[in-house]
């Protein structure tokens, strides 16, 4: 199986969708097909370049072997190394934080330090709290900075995890341990001010001459979502008449979404309430680790490890993304497929984004406005 990122992900949620479908129009107890009559009523994206209100670019860490969560004696303390989640940092953060905690507990300190607050270090901190710890966040930067804050913000756990050949039967199950334990925490925040997190159909299109296509370069990714199908409704093929698209084919999927703005200042609020504490601090090297009064850290730096401990397994995924003025009467996602082109609505904008040829392997952070410019003008054909 090729790769698993967002665009692919997608439509791969979908195997065995016409297959069901076919067997529903065929079977003589149920005649009556389902059609989804709310297509009609889908609100047109206003897809124009002059309502793009932000462009970011960040960085995935993705590392072939999966992430790194390992404990190491280092300078004297006790650091547990938990970075390297791909595109897949927000969807398995919690799940990671739990497989992280032990090694953190095996020091038995009483407070820690977590070096970086992006979404798994906040989400570490956030667990170790509730293990009972005191925890002090030490970062060069935090949201909305963090890197982790320019993310499309799709529950995508198995987007760029790993590479194909690293997928053994222990990264598997360990994978997908950290996969059921963050989306049950997921569906404990549905429905809070806010909707950090909410569920958001999809559609999932396509035309006959338009191929999926692969950017190059990328290494084969393994298929993980099959070990969880339980997590994910069923996809709908639909039939021409029951979607509003200018596309041949559609398909509807639903999907976790998390309101990042919401998401991280609820993620904030609730280690600071628990008695956290953020010290704003940059580190050249790891041996200035050794500084911290703190005995028990935890490594949560993201691809900033690879500068700081000299992980040259890290490989920059780089990702543009691109928000168009909110508008909350569109409820629905559309990943396109052959233009490798996505828009997620989410409560601080439409984000779109569509996947470089380049992006693997490339760490730079530079701003490509006429990307994102042509991405919302593709986007514009759907709606004619
Ligand atoms: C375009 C794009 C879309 C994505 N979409 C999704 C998605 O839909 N769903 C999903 O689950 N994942 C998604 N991801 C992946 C996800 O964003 C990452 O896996 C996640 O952000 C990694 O989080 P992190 O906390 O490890 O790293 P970061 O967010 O980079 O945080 C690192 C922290 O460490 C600090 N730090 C680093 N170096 C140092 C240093 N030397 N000294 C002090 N502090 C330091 C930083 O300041 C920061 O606070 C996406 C990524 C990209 C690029």
Redesign the pocket.
């Known amino acids: 199986m090729k790769r698993r990122h967002?665009l692919r992900a997608a439509p791969a949620l979908l195997a065995g969708a016409s297959a069901l479908a076919q067997a529903d129009t065929e079977s003589p107890q149920q005649p009556v097909r389902f059609a989804p009559s709310r297509s009609a009523t889908l609100a047109p994206v206003r897809a124009s370049a002059d309502r793009l209100i932000d462009i970011e670019v960040?960085?995935?860490?993705f590392r072939p072997q999966g992430p790194r969560i390992e404990a190491q004696q280092l300078h004297g303390k006790h650091v547990v190394h938990h970075?390297g989640?791909?595109?897949?940092?927000?969807?398995l953060s919690w799940g990671s934080a739990r497989v992280a905690l032990p090694l953190i507990l095996a020091d038995k300190p009483r407070r820690i330090a977590v070096?970086?607050?992006?979404?798994?270090?906040l989400t570490t901190a956030r667990v170790a709290q509730d293990a009972g710890l005191k925890v002090r966040i030490?970062?060069?930067?935090?949201p909305p900075e963090?890197?982790?804050s320019?993310?499309?913000?799709?529950w995508?756990p198995d987007?760029r995890i790993c590479a194909a050949e690293h997928a053994t039967p222990a990264f598997r199950q360990r994978w997908e341990w950290m996969a059921r334990s963050g989306f049950r925490t997921y569906q404990s925040l549905l429905g809070i001010a806010g909707e950090p997190v909410q569920w958001r159909d999809g559609y999932v299109l396509w035309n006959d001459d338009q191929p999926g296509s692969e950017p190059p370069g990328e290494p084969d990714y393994p298929d993980l979502y099959t070990q969880i199908p339980d997590l994910r409704p069923r996809p709908v093929n639909l039939q021409p008449h029951e979607h509003p698209f200018k596309v041949q084919h559609a398909r509807r999927i639903t999907q976790m979404v998390f309101n990042l703005a919401s998401y991280q200042r609820l993620l904030l609020e609730d280690f600071l309430r628990n008695g956290g504490e953020i010290v704003h601090?940059?580190?050249a090297n790891a041996r200035e680790l050794a500084r911290l009064p703190e005995r028990t850290i935890v490594n949560?730096?993201?691809?900033?490890a690879r500068a700081?401990f000299g992980d040259e397994t890290l490989v920059p995924v780089r990702?543009q993304?691109a928000r168009l003025i909110p508008q909350p009467e569109v409820d629905y996602m559309v990943f396109w497929r052959g233009h490798n082109l996505s828009m997620v609505p989410r409560s601080d904008g439409l984000l779109v984004?569509s996947q470089g040829e380049h992006d693997f392997g490339n760490a730079d952070a530079s701003i490509d406005r006429a990307q994102s410019v042509a991405a919302v003008e593709r986007l514009a054909e759907l709606f004619g």
Request: charged share 15%.
């Open positions: 967002l960040c960085t995935r860490p970075y989640h791909g595109g897949s940092g927000w969807s070096i970086g607050c992006g979404a798994i270090g030490y970062c060069k930067e935090r963090v890197a982790s320019r993310a499309t913000g799709l995508t987007s601090q940059e580190f949560c730096t993201g691809y900033g700081l990702g993304t984004q």
